[in-house]
């Protein structure tokens, strides 16, 4: 039992968290600006999905990282489009159609993977933690969180950046009004379409993005069904951070400890838990979280309703 | 007089007439979405091949067709119908009650954990007792797991959509735990429960096939809820429930008591299917008994319109296409995994074809 509260450990908790968290902000963010415009998209599993495949191969072809979370983004976008015609231009039903996406991400993905990677077993070079003068020296400190990767320490800025956007610009006061109150909205002259598209596209890139990092900066390898339940789990994040980019931030390395915590105590000899109990914690914590916040507090008052032009 | 009695009844005949002419050009409007989504997914999954390097057609010529080569494998497309059905039959109450139940999967495992205990820990009894058992204890596990979902959502407003989810990763690492531990049949190789005793395996339907009486079940509960659904005053409420949450109120309509009893019916629905693949197909619980029956029912549900009966049908259709894919992974490699992308286009084109229906009736 030493060990677990040792120094050493809290700084690898520490610095597991937020590389686990790393995925997750950029969904859970993606996904306010989303349901800031009235749009649930609960098909940001498969979404990351396409975006983890994507990233994956292109990083496999080119050796390139930038290029893969380039093409994560995209991939993530293209698929996005595919959401926002049918629930925005032909307004199907968010669900059903974020249902018919994940059934699409998981499929196409372990399609491809399987017919032209699989047998390969190819690896690629992943994002490499970058060493920060001084900080990252720092006893403790240094280790505990100045040993990330680029990708990692973009978090931080994606967090600030979609605040800012949200919050002190034009375009983010359109969209949150969007999710308010759209027939304002179109009285006012702006296209509810145009924004609930743009926030979906917003949403769907920085997922596919989140994907990409799994495959880009943490494991160098595309696996089927490599989310494991992110996509959903960033759902829940939203609702505890109450539909802000900060919160999500927050929430999400909370949830990273969560699946640090299970990893490292994994690890741990002396615990005698059996490990799936520990295997099983993002999940109750999610549960948990969601139970702990009742009520729809801060929700956008038209998410999940397609806008009807009168 | 009789020349007017004989107008009067021309009239009616005419009437009646044209009121059955209506009622079969709506059938049949109706019936064709579904058709023209599955064609439409079809194409989709034969441009995929082609654009892959593998032959395009195979996806009509053994996909849909390949499976029908003699009496077993007619057997095995119906033994892999019968959870399809059950569940999504299940799952059309609960979306009919807008309760987005997406834990079937989940509902699944835990009835079939509990249809394992029933079937390895009593001993001794009749089949006419044991058998029944197993798919009662089934039932209601799946029932009691949907029903936390039901519950934290009446009494917490806690989004069903991520409960039903978290609890699907919950009894998966559920059954890993049991199997490895507590219910692990040390003599065996790999993780895997003791074998259920003979007397509480679900009776084959002929002799020398794996193909077991859940199937009849599984339509005879398709056919109840169907009526249930449509005569019934407590479908009636659960459908407006799901239509208008505030008018049943309104109604007088206890909100609360019929999303549990949506949630608690699709539950069962899955544990059932779960009991049938223990004791009817693989006789022990393993890590790995369901290759995602759960998610597949709510594409059943979906393009059955969320018609309980209609399930019957498009169940037996997955259930074809997941046998074919089968048969296309050994005979071209194929990656069987195209029938998820095939089921997720079905999805999509169901809902466009739906709207496109809307869009011409009111131009019309």
Not at chain 1, 179 to 199: C, F, I, L, Q
Not at chain 2, 88 to 111: H, K, P, T
Not at chain 2, 157 to 171: D, G, K, P, R
Request: charged residues 10%.
């Amino acid at each position: 039992m030493d060990d677990m509260i040792s120094l050493t450990f809290l700084a690898a908790l520490a610095s597991a968290a937020w590389r686990l968290a790393t995925p997750l902000i950029f969904a859970s963010i993606g996904e306010v600006f989303s349901e800031r415009a009235g749009v649930l998209n609960i098909g940001l599993e498969g979404t990351m999905l396409v975006g983890a495949f994507c990233g994956f191969a292109a990083a496999a072809a080119t050796g390139n990282i930038p290029l893969g979370l380039l093409a994560g983004v995209a991939g993530g976008m293209l698929f996005g489009l595919v959401f926002a015609f049918f629930t925005i231009t032909i307004k199907a039903d968010q669900i059903v159609v974020g249902a018919a996406l994940n059934l699409l991400g998981m499929g196409l993905t372990a399609f491809l993977f399987r017919t032209y990677y699989v047998s390969t077993g190819k690896g690629i070079e992943i994002a490499q933690p970058v060493h920060i003068p001084w900080l990252s020296d720092l006893p403790f400190l240094g280790e505990a969180f100045f040993r990330q990767n680029l990708i990692v320490y973009s978090t931080v800025l994606v967090a600030i950046l979609a605040a800012l956007v949200l919050y002190r610009t034009s375009f983010g006061l359109t969209l949150r009004a969007v999710g308010e109150h759209p027939k304002a909205v179109d009285v006012a002259g702006r296209s509810v379409v145009g924004y609930r598209y743009a926030a979906v596209l917003v949403g769907t890139g920085l997922a596919g993005l989140g994907g990409a990092f799994l495959t880009l900066g943490h494991s160098n390898q595309f696996v089927e069904g490599i989310t494991s339940g992110r996509g959903f789990i960033a759902l829940a994040v939203v609702v505890f951070a109450r539909w802000s980019p900060i919160g999500a931030f927050f929430v999400s390395l909370l949830f990273g400890l969560f699946y640090a915590l299970q990893l490292m105590l994994q690890a741990q000899a002396s615990i005698v838990v059996p490990y799936q109990v520990l295997q099983a914690l993002p999940y109750i914590m999610t549960i948990v979280t969601l139970v702990a916040l009742r009520g729809k507090g801060a929700a956008p008052s038209k998410l999940g309703q397609p806008y009807e032009m009168r | 007089m009789a020349e007017i009695n004989q107008g009067v009844r021309e009239t009616v005949n005419s009437q009646a007439a044209q009121a059955f002419y209506r009622t079969l050009s709506q059938a049949a409007i109706s019936a064709l979405t579904p058709i023209a989504a599955v064609l439409v997914a079809l194409a989709f999954g034969a441009l995929l091949l082609w654009l892959n390097g593998f032959n395009g057609s195979d996806v009509v010529t053994v996909m849909v067709f390949g499976s029908f080569q003699d009496m077993r494998s007619v057997g095995e497309i119906l033994l892999k119908a019968t959870p399809l059905i059950l569940i999504g039959a299940g799952l059309c109450v609960a979306f009919r009650c807008s309760i987005w139940n997406i834990g079937a999967e989940g509902q699944l495992y835990v009835g079939a954990i509990a249809a394992t205990l029933v079937g390895t820990s009593i001993d001794g009894l009749s089949v006419w007792v044991h058998a029944p058992l197993v798919m009662l204890a089934g039932a209601l596990a799946g029932a009691a797991w949907a029903g936390i979902a039901g519950y934290l959502k009446v009494r917490f407003q806690a989004s069903e959509i991520v409960t039903t989810i978290m609890l699907n990763y919950i009894a998966l690492i559920l059954t890993s735990y049991l199997v490895t531990g507590p219910m692990r049949d040390a003599s065996a190789a790999y993780p895997q429960s003791a074998r259920l005793v003979r007397e509480a395996w679900t009776p084959r339907l002929v002799t020398d096939l794996r193909l077991h009486i859940g199937i009849l079940v599984a339509v005879v509960l398709a056919v109840g809820l169907y009526i249930f659904l449509r005569r019934s005053s407590r479908g009636f409420a659960l459908r407006v429930v799901g239509l208008n949450p505030h008018a049943a109120r309104y109604a007088g309509m206890n909100v609360a008591r019929n999303v549990m009893i949506a949630m608690c019916i699709s539950g069962a629905m899955a544990g059932l299917a779960g009991a049938f693949e223990v004791a009817g197909v693989t006789r022990r619980l393993y890590q790995n008994i369901s290759p995602g029956y759960g998610f597949e029912g709510i594409a059943v549900a979906l393009l059955a319109g969320n018609n309980p009966l209609a399930a019957i049908l498009s169940g037996g259709l997955f259930a074809t296409l997941r046998s074919g894919s089968e048969v296309l992974q050994i005979t071209s490699q194929v990656p069987q995994v195209l029938v998820l992308v095939i089921q997720g286009i079905v999805i999509l084109s169901v809902v466009a074809f739906a709207k496109l229906r809307d869009i011409l009736r009111t131009v019309a």
